[in-house]
């Protein structure tokens, strides 16, 4: 760059001289030359006049010749700093390429590094691969002829264990039947034996009735027995009783005969009120007493009478069989049990006579 203005200095000396000498000889060239003689003594003079207007003209000319050279050479100037601007700025773009380039280039022999470490390890991971493959492989063929093994194996299990299933089916079967026959003894035997229960506990339950009706038969009898000497009793108190009631109406028949009429009225009310309280008592107790009797299919048709002693607040004292299936009667004694307490009556007779009061107990 300095090579090329050193070059355009002198191009511009150069073209300032030749103007110089153009314009020297330009002025000699238009210069009016006039000859005046003079004689002085002993020599002879020539002088040259120039017109003033010529000189100025070409000094105008000049002027404007150096002007229009040095507008040149400033243009020449600009045009050749302009020029050095516009190498500088490619020089720069130049380094900025080469730098760039010498970037690239170390990015490139960079990436060549890396790609040939990735082709050495893609190589070597290729290599290895390829040996796990063949390990796989080798693997592969092992674990095959062992799965081989292993299903010839298998067969055979699977083969006697059909064998086994189809015995143990037999078995099976062999058990059912013998386990169906022995239900069916074992069936034949509980029915023997439920019948020989039946029978015993029919032969029971007769010899049940049969001692029962022995009892309530002597019942009966002792029962007519002393009804009959009651009733003998009776009419010997009765006989005595209307002989001295004989002897007392003889004197006051007449005056107690309204009197007693009335006292024998209402007595006999009273008595038909205590006996009927009585007889709704016993059918209550009867009703709750049934309530809580655990019924048997043996029980229907039979009945048992009991006596029971119950306090003036209702509460059960005792209970007690009087007669009646034995069964049914222990059946009896445990429903009262569970009732334990009865309720009473405001009437004290009707009261007094539900402390000892006997119930008749028939299922229904």
């Given at each position: 760059m300095k090579n090329n203005d050193n070059k355009g200095y002198t191009g511009a000396t150069v073209i300032s001289v030749l103007l110089h000498t153009a314009l020297f000889v330009g002025l000699l060239w238009g210069a009016d030359f006039t000859r005046v003689s003079h004689q002085p003594s002993g020599q002879s003079i020539e002088a040259v006049v120039i017109d003033p207007s010529v000189v100025s003209e070409q000094a105008r000319k000049i002027r404007q010749q150096r002007d229009e050279a040095k507008r040149q050479e400033d243009d020449r100037l600009r045009r050749l700093e302009q020029?050095?601007?516009?190498?500088?700025?490619?020089?720069?773009?130049?380094?900025?390429?080469?730098?760039?380039?010498?970037?690239?280039?170390?990015?490139?022999?960079?990436?060549?590094?890396?790609?040939?470490?990735?082709?050495?390890?893609?190589?070597?991971?290729?290599?290895?691969?390829?040996e796990e493959q063949r390990k796989a492989e080798e693997a592969t063929r092992i674990a095959q002829e062992k799965s081989a093994a292993a299903e010839a194996e298998r067969k055979r299990q699977v083969a006697e264990q059909r064998k086994a299933e189809e015995a143990a089916k037999k078995a099976e079967a062999e058990r059912v039947r013998a386990e169906q026959e022995r239900k069916k003894a074992e069936e034949e035997r509980e029915r023997q034996i439920a019948e020989k229960k039946r029978a015993e506990e029919e032969a029971r339950k007769a010899e049940e009735a049969r001692k029962q009706k022995i009892a309530e038969q002597k019942k009966a009898e002792e029962a007519a027995r002393k009804a009959e000497a009651a009733r003998v009793e009776a009419e010997r108190k009765a006989e005595a009783a209307r002989k001295k009631q004989a002897e007392q109406e003889a004197a006051l028949n007449e005056l107690f005969s309204g009197l007693e009429s009335e006292s024998e009225n209402r007595g006999s009310a009273r008595g038909r009120f205590v006996s009927d309280e009585v007889s709704r008592y016993g059918a209550i107790y009867t009703q709750m007493i049934r309530q809580n009797l655990l019924v048997d299919n043996s029980f229907l048709g039979q009945e048992c009478v009991v006596k029971m002693r119950i306090a003036g607040s209702g509460l059960l004292l005792d209970v007690t069989e009087v007669g009646g299936n034995a069964s049914?009667?222990?059946a009896t004694k445990t429903a009262v049990l569970k009732v334990s307490s009865f309720p009473m009556p405001e009437d004290k007779d009707v009261a007094a006579q539900l402390q000892n009061i006997e119930l008749t107990v028939k299922p229904e």
């Amino acid at each position: 760059m300095k090579n090329n203005d050193n070059k355009g200095y002198t191009g511009a000396t150069v073209i300032s001289v030749l103007l110089h000498t153009a314009l020297f000889v330009g002025l000699l060239w238009g210069a009016d030359f006039t000859r005046v003689s003079h004689q002085p003594s002993g020599q002879s003079i020539e002088a040259v006049v120039i017109d003033p207007s010529v000189v100025s003209e070409q000094a105008r000319k000049i002027r404007q010749q150096r002007d229009e050279a040095k507008r040149q050479e400033d243009d020449r100037l600009r045009r050749l700093e302009q020029q050095a601007d516009l190498l500088e700025k490619q020089r720069e773009q130049e380094e900025k390429r080469l730098r760039e380039l010498r970037a690239e280039k170390l990015t490139a022999e960079k990436a060549a590094r890396e790609a040939e470490t990735e082709r050495k390890r893609n190589a070597e991971a290729r290599q290895k691969a390829a040996e796990e493959q063949r390990k796989a492989e080798e693997a592969t063929r092992i674990a095959q002829e062992k799965s081989a093994a292993a299903e010839a194996e298998r067969k055979r299990q699977v083969a006697e264990q059909r064998k086994a299933e189809e015995a143990a089916k037999k078995a099976e079967a062999e058990r059912v039947r013998a386990e169906q026959e022995r239900k069916k003894a074992e069936e034949e035997r509980e029915r023997q034996i439920a019948e020989k229960k039946r029978a015993e506990e029919e032969a029971r339950k007769a010899e049940e009735a049969r001692k029962q009706k022995i009892a309530e038969q002597k019942k009966a009898e002792e029962a007519a027995r002393k009804a009959e000497a009651a009733r003998v009793e009776a009419e010997r108190k009765a006989e005595a009783a209307r002989k001295k009631q004989a002897e007392q109406e003889a004197a006051l028949n007449e005056l107690f005969s309204g009197l007693e009429s009335e006292s024998e009225n209402r007595g006999s009310a009273r008595g038909r009120f205590v006996s009927d309280e009585v007889s709704r008592y016993g059918a209550i107790y009867t009703q709750m007493i049934r309530q809580n009797l655990l019924v048997d299919n043996s029980f229907l048709g039979q009945e048992c009478v009991v006596k029971m002693r119950i306090a003036g607040s209702g509460l059960l004292l005792d209970v007690t069989e009087v007669g009646g299936n034995a069964s049914l009667c222990r059946a009896t004694k445990t429903a009262v049990l569970k009732v334990s307490s009865f309720p009473m009556p405001e009437d004290k007779d009707v009261a007094a006579q539900l402390q000892n009061i006997e119930l008749t107990v028939k299922p229904e």
